[in-house]
């Protein structure tokens, strides 16, 4: 069983950063790819992909959304990743959730078997 726990979330300015972590519980999260989703507050908006990184953290994929703005990353142990998020806009604003999966990296939620609880980032205009 793999439990991941995100934190770093929070309130930041338009144009502003800020970098969210997970850190996972098992040492076989070494194999484990994974990613990281955002659900908005509003009414009816569904999980959507963010980014991903392979488990040896040399693959990696962004939405659209994000790409040149946020960049993720692997710890030296892999059983921590990093979303660094740059140029924040305040369409940002959603909770952040950590994802994991075994094999390789998927865009897909429904392809993710362990999530964490969820941290919320804020971007005021």
């Known amino acids: 069983q793999v439990q ?3 934190s770093g979330g929070g309130l930041v300015q338009a144009g502003g950063s ?6 996972a519980s ?39 959304s994000v790409k040149g703005r946020f960049t993720i990353s692997r710890g030296n142990g892999k059983n921590t ?3 660094q998020m740059n140029s ?6 959603a909770v952040y959730y950590c994802a994991a999966r075994p094999g390789g990296i998927a865009v897909v939620s429904g392809l993710y078997d362990y999530w964490g609880q969820g941290t919320q ?5």
Request: with cysteine; charged share 25%; proline share 5%.
């Open 18 to 23: 800020l970098r969210v972590s997970c850190a």
């Open 4 to 6: 991941l726990v995100e």
């Open 26 to 64: 098992a040492r076989t999260f070494l194999i484990y790819a994974m990613g990281w989703f955002r659900q908005a507050p509003a009414p009816g908006k569904e999980r959507e992909f963010v980014a991903a990184v392979s488990w040896s953290g040399d693959s990696t994929r962004f939405a659209d």
């Open 81 to 83: 990743m990093y979303l």
């Open 88 to 93: 924040l806009k305040p369409e940002d604003t």
């Open 121 to 125: 980032v804020t971007v005021s205009s």
